[in-house]
């Protein structure tokens, strides 16, 4: 094992999260589509496995490590490891153009979600003419449990939201962070004679929302958290302005939708952090009409999307009488907004022989902030997609620069894409209103004993948080080395106990705080795991307060000739009430003891301060090092990655682990940059590269997709 001086090392970092769409899609007949990053670009191929078959709308629910957990259509919802079904009672249609969309409840990391369902205008259609009630908005609780892809899933039986059996619901939804922690989802009414159809209704999901357990506990506390708005074009009349993207831009502070019927392409600027979502409407764009008046095309619209910066948006024309349908670009910073068609196609009815149907349908921007678009035409293997959705396309003198892309997927496709809510990478929604506090946030690690040659030790923390209410305090086991000074002892080390390298029973305890073990598996039951949470239902701050766990440590026998010295690194987190993260990983200098004996308690580590933010010197051994950081891709992989040192250095040392704390391979980066190809198990594991007094770290994921 590697044998290295670690000496008073803390690093502290203040999380916010950041966002972007699921890295895996399915949608259309069995169609699939997988971005995988190698810390710098996306690569983009087809992802097969799915068995659902969608007309139009579609949706996926992730974990923070990118492991698909379930999928569905509106009306079926799929598990995302075995593709078994979970249910095909929800109360949307696969024939809606926004049939479903996935919201993470706040404040429970992956572990409840809400299903959003809406019907499609046909079956709208046919209810009222045969009188019969609506299902209108629906809502769904699921709640994961365990490990992907071996998780199971509790489905909670659909409801309608509204409890309204009259009142139709356009084929529109779309999500964003209010800011805070929560969401707001926006839904569209739509009525089928010539009157109303005005009315947004916009759903607040806070904190509220934290403890539901069914779908009707959902429903009444969004019955409480509902604001409805009349403005904009009317939804209603004509058979088809049910239909069409809605979308918000990545930063939440614009909507936009379309109306199939009308032909219409609004925009709307939204307030996310005004009591009632406030919405102006900011752009009304007559699609197919030029400037002048004069009428260029009747063919319907349907897909709709923001660039990345909100100053564009693309439209595309589907269905038809024209011959050709366009896929148009519309500078939204000035008025009126200028158009380019940057690209166009004969209809399907002028190829009678042709199996194509329709043009230009839904579009999604990608992790990769391209926008991908099904078309044109449905029923072939792949998408086309926007390279750069941020240039005006109608100012690049390159006509090659502005031709579509194409990109293969595993099956064919439909009319849409998967409804995803915009900028969403993690679970917990993202946080900007104040950022985290962490002014008088200190962790120490005041001792690390190894008690006997077993294996046991204690570690105890010192723990505050200043002024911050702290809900939660997440303690993690990152890494640790147990070296014998002389390597013919390792040859006596047992390796047999399944707490090794885990926490077990705390011998103090926080005053208020219950300890659950396993807290990002939701393991209730267990009692060791590697990571450790402390949770109270009334937050409160800490000040200066102890904390002693005990933990396993795999064993040198008790030969009078071993001598032995532990390393062990730690995260604290301290989670504060509105779920913002302050963040604190603690290392013990190497400490030597006899088998069977205690070792000598490192020297406490200074407390650290807002000034530690700022970069300055933390101890005098250790400069911060938030700034330079490795780099390791793929991620996630197939056992096969690269580790890049470029920002820290050259020959520095490396090593993977496992979570349990085994090491599985290490060594030297010649160089800045390492190649590994391992044959490890699918799983997480931890790399660590080591730079003289510094270490730095990075999870992977293996898998075997």
């Known amino acids: 094992m590697l044998k290295l001086k ?75 490891g075995d593709h078994s079904v979970i249910t095909t009672t929800m109360l949307g249609s696969p024939s809606s153009t ?13 572990t409840k979600f809400l299903v959003f369902t809406t019907e499609d205008v046909e079956t709208v259609k046919s209810s009222i003419d045969n009188k019969k009630d609506l299902k209108g908005l629906g809502v769904s609780l699921v709640t994961v449990s365990g490990s992907a892809p071996k998780h199971t899933i509790q489905y ?34 739509y009525t089928l004679d010539g009157q109303g159809g005005m009315t947004f209704y916009k759903y607040h999901i806070n904190s509220d929302f ?17 604001y409805t708005q009349n403005i904009g074009s009317s939804h209603n009349g004509l058979y088809y302005n049910a239909q069409g993207q809605m979308k918000f831009t990545k930063d939440g502070k614009k909507l936009g939708l379309v109306l199939a019927g009308s032909l219409i392409a609004e925009t709307f600027l939204f307030d996310k952090s005004s009591a009632t979502g406030n919405l102006t409407l900011d752009k ?29 948006i693309y439209v595309g024309e589907s269905y038809g009488k024209n011959d050709i349908s366009n896929l148009y670009q519309y500078d939204i910073t000035v008025s009126p907004p200028t158009r380019q068609s940057i690209a166009s196609e004969k209809n399907a009815a002028s190829f009678p022989n042709s199996p194509a149907k329709y043009a230009f349908n839904g579009m999604q921007i990608g992790p990769d902030n391209k926008i991908y678009i099904c078309g044109p035409f449905t029923g072939y293997s792949s998408l086309s997609v926007i390279d750069n959705p941020n240039s005006f396309i109608g100012n690049n003198p390159n006509p090659e620069t502005n031709k579509l892309k194409k990109v293969n997927i595993s099956g064919p496709s439909t009319l849409n894409l998967p409804t995803v809510i915009a900028a969403q990478v993690s679970c917990e929604p993202i946080i900007t209103s104040q950022g985290c506090n962490c002014t008088g946030v200190t962790a120490s690690l005041s001792s690390l004993s190894l008690t006997s040659a077993a294996g046991n030790a204690t570690a105890s923390f010192k723990l505050s948080s200043g002024s911050n209410k702290i809900k939660k305090i997440r303690i993690t086991l990152l890494n640790y080395i147990v070296t014998p000074n002389n390597v013919s002892c390792k040859n006596y080390t047992t390796m047999t106990n399944d707490d090794f390298g885990k926490f077990v029973m705390p011998s103090g305890i926080l005053k208020d705080y219950a300890v659950m073990f396993s807290p990002y598996q939701q393991m209730t039951s267990a009692k060791s795991s590697s990571d450790v949470e402390l949770t109270t239902s009334a937050p409160r701050a800490i000040n200066n307060e102890s904390i002693t766990f005990n933990l396993k440590f795999p064993p040198i026998l008790a030969l009078s000739c071993c001598t032995q010295t532990v390393s062990a690194c730690f995260r ?3 989670i504060d009430a509105d779920c913002k993260i302050c963040d604190v990983v603690i290392c013990n200098s190497n400490a030597e003891i006899p088998s069977g004996g205690p070792i000598t308690p490192p020297t406490s580590t200074p407390p650290i301060n807002m000034k530690a933010q700022e970069g300055n010197t933390i101890s005098q051994d250790f400069q911060r090092n938030n700034d330079p950081h490795m780099k390791v891709y793929p991620n996630p992989n197939n056992g096969n990655f690269t580790i890049n040192t470029s920002e820290i250095g050259s020959n520095c040392k490396f090593q993977v ?34 730079k003289e007094n510094q270490v730095f770290t990075e999870k992977i994921v293996v898998s075997r997709d």
């Open 572 to 574: 604290v987190e301290f």
């Open 657 to 690: 682990m496992s979570l349990e704390g085994r090491e599985i391979q290490s060594g030297e980066i010649k160089g800045e940059s390492q190649e590994l190809n391992s044959n490890l198990l699918p799983g997480m594991y931890s790399v660590f590269v080591f």
């Open 156 to 189: 909670t039986s659909a409801v309608s939201v509204t409890g309204n059996t009259k009142l139709a619901f356009s084929e529109k939804l779309a999500v964003t962070s209010d800011g805070t922690g929560g969401w707001w989802l926006i839904a569209h009414d």
């Open 6 to 80: 670690l000496t008073g090392l803390i690093i502290f970092t203040c999380i916010l999260h950041s966002f972007s769409q699921t890295n895996i899609w399915y949608f259309g007949t069995n169609a699939g589509l997988k971005f995988t990053s190698n810390g710098t670009t996306y690569t983009a191929s087809p992802q097969p496995g799915s068995v659902m078959s969608t007309n139009e709308g579609c949706t996926a629910a992730t974990d923070n490590s990118g492991n698909l957990l379930f999928y569905g259509d509106g009306k079926n919802l799929w598990h995302g």
């Open 210 to 226: 934290a403890n539901a357990n069914s779908s009707e506990e959902v429903k009444s506390l969004l019955n409480k958290n509902v």
């Open 284 to 312: 009304t764009i007559l699609v197919g009409v030029l400037g002048n008046g004069n009428t260029v095309s009747t063919n319907n619209t349907y897909g709709f999307e923001f660039s990345p910066d909100g100053t564009k």
């Open 98 to 110: 926004q049939a479903a969309i996935i919201v993470p409840l706040p404040g429970n990391a992956c």
